[in-house]
């Protein structure tokens, strides 16, 4: 049951990213992840006062790689979100269960399976076919950038899973990945200028911000206490989610090999964790937490 909590998540990520996308018309990709992350930090450390937790944490170095990880991915993410359609950019970044499967692999120090060969190749045809419209358009660059976004969050997927089953409470983990996205964003921004927030703006930050904290906190808690299977098929949520709202709110029309593309990375992305070392360890995990 805790790996339904990714379905909020994907629909939380979703319209974070249509906010993300409106919001780039006044504020750069820096920007927009200072100001989330500062309310990230905000709503985790009100949680943990709350709960009578404290943000002090005796594994800093576990938060360092998953705050560093996280946060070079969110920048590529938000900048794959205002060149490219939402459904495109949201799938290129959901295309970490690949990448997630191969580094478990790596991590087991096993041989991978031509069924694992398979399915991992099958789900870069999917990229490839997703990536063929944004290259006719000369957008090679955002799609790129969006796809290394995808296998470096899958580090940062690990990270979490690692933390929460090191006892860290889901709150801390999402509030030192604000303090590193903060402190990256801030080094970023310093030289450029900066826009004050408005009236008539702000909000699109607020939700920006708010959405992107709910994303987290429920993102968590489905890597940190469900099935990485079950989590990471409920994961694709999100695709669905923001391509509904792609084509209500901006009218992005798709290709035929777009679509078909987005199908193939969505099984792929399925089959590979199915397939991934661990499997079994990770059933008896949803057995025990559900």
């Known amino acids: 049951m805790q790996s339904l909590w990714m379905v909020v998540a994907g629909l939380a990520f979703a ?35 709350q709960a009578g937790d404290s943000v002090r944490t005796q594994r800093l170095g576990m938060h360092v790689h998953r705050g560093v990880a996280g946060f070079v991915s969110l920048f590529m993410f938000f900048y794959a979100l205002t060149e490219l359609p939402v459904a495109t950019a949201m799938t290129l970044n959901y295309s970490s269960p690949l990448f997630l499967a191969i580094l478990l692999t790596v991590l087991a120090r096993e041989r991978p399976g031509a069924k694992l060969v398979g399915t991992v190749l099958l789900g870069f045809a999917g990229v490839v076919l997703l990536l063929q419209p944004a290259f006719a358009a000369d957008q090679w660059r955002p799609g790129l ?48 200028r900066w826009h004050v927030p408005t009236v008539e703006t702000g909000w699109l930050l607020a939700a920006v911000g708010g959405l992107g904290a709910l994303g987290q906190l429920a993102m968590t808690r489905a890597y940190g206490h469900g099935s990485t299977l079950v989590t990471a098929a409920l994961s694709y949520s999100g695709i669905v989610f923001s391509s509904a709202i792609g084509i209500a709110w901006f009218g992005d029309l798709l290709s035929w090999s777009a679509w078909t593309g987005i199908a193939l990375i969505v099984a792929a992305g399925i089959l590979a964790v199915h397939l991934r070392p661990g499997r079994r360890e990770d059933a008896a995990s949803q057995m025990t937490n559900d």
Do not use: C
């Open 145 to 192: 950038i969006g796809l290394v976004s995808g296998a470096i969050s899958a580090v940062a997927y690990w990270n979490v899973r690692e933390l929460v089953h090191a006892e860290e409470p889901e709150a801390r983990v999402v509030f030192y990945f604000g303090l590193f996205a903060f402190a990256g964003s801030l080094v970023w921004m310093a030289p450029q």
């Open 15 to 49: 319209l974070m990213g249509v906010f993300v996308k409106v919001a780039s018309a006044h504020y750069s990709t820096a920007e927009l992840v200072f100001w989330r992350s500062i309310l990230q930090m905000a709503v985790a450390w009100a949680i943990l006062r």
